[in-house]
């Protein structure tokens, strides 16, 4: 069975760099995008990015100045780092395993495994 | 780039049938996934690919597909059913970019 487990700081001041990992156990590392995805309060889902096994990344247009997403396939992790936060910022931060499913007649991607979410309040 | 739409509220009575429609560009290219999101817990996957169900995932969940628009169909809704339900793709204009729904809140009545 598949688990992700996260962690980071759930606290942060304004201008301060925001940092989670999530450690991937079970399953294929190298198959899957593994991506951070956020949630403001009472509000919807937001996909900040992804990365894959070899470190190739997408971020989302709107956030990709200020957002790195690395990995460490030694480790089976991948991290989050956004810089200069914001009460803008504030949300549950969620990680989660991406697939990609590319054939003759069907695209499609889904995320089947999440971690448990992490809640991070910036605030002065 | 493209983005997808849901409506923001739907009710059912308990054991009829609900239908949460999803539209945007992105759909004429992939198929949507669904995902069902109760307070204080991480989104659970319940319909991806064409019609595809996770283990676990009762049958009464359903989805389907036509042209821009997705629709997840629960046949009987159950009081556990009440959740935020969330659709999603990949963005058909940049293959390298996520698109999320707004997400439909769904009350069983």
């Known amino acids: 069975q598949v688990q992700l487990q996260q962690w980071g700081a759930g606290l942060l001041k304004p201008s301060e760099t925001l940092s989670l990992t999530c450690a991937v156990y079970?399953?294929?590392?190298?198959?899957?995008?593994w991506t951070w995805i956020r949630q403001s309060p009472g509000k919807g889902l937001e996909w900040i990015g992804e990365?894959?096994?070899?470190?190739?990344?997408n971020y989302n247009p709107s956030l990709k100045s200020r957002v790195t997403i690395s990995v460490d396939t030694s480790k089976n992790q991948f991290s989050l780092e956004v810089r200069s936060v914001t009460a803008a910022d504030t949300a549950v931060y969620f990680c989660?395993?991406?697939?990609?499913?590319?054939?003759?007649?069907?695209?499609?991607?889904?995320?089947?495994?999440w971690g448990q979410g992490t809640l991070v309040t910036v605030s002065s | 780039s493209s983005e997808l739409t849901q409506d923001p509220a739907v009710s059912v009575a308990l054991g009829q049938t609900v239908r949460i429609t999803c539209q945007g560009d992105s759909l004429r290219s992939y198929y949507a996934s669904w995902y069902q999101q109760k307070p204080g817990q991480a989104p659970i996957l319940v319909i991806f690919g064409k019609n595809n169900r996770p283990s676990g995932i009762p049958d009464r969940f359903s989805g389907s597909n036509s042209g821009s628009r997705a629709s997840l169909t629960i046949t009987g809704a159950q009081a556990e059913d009440e959740a935020d339900y969330y659709c999603?793709?990949?963005?058909?204009?940049?293959?390298?970019?996520?698109?999320f729904g707004g997400g439909t809140k769904l009350t069983v009545l």
């Open positions: 989660a395993r991406g697939n990609d499913i590319v054939t003759t007649y069907d695209l499609y991607y889904y995320f089947d495994f």
């Open positions: 079970g399953g294929s590392f190298t198959d899957h995008y």
């Open positions: 999603h793709s990949r963005d058909n204009s940049d293959y390298h970019r996520v698109v």
């Open positions: 990365i894959n096994h070899s470190g190739s990344a």
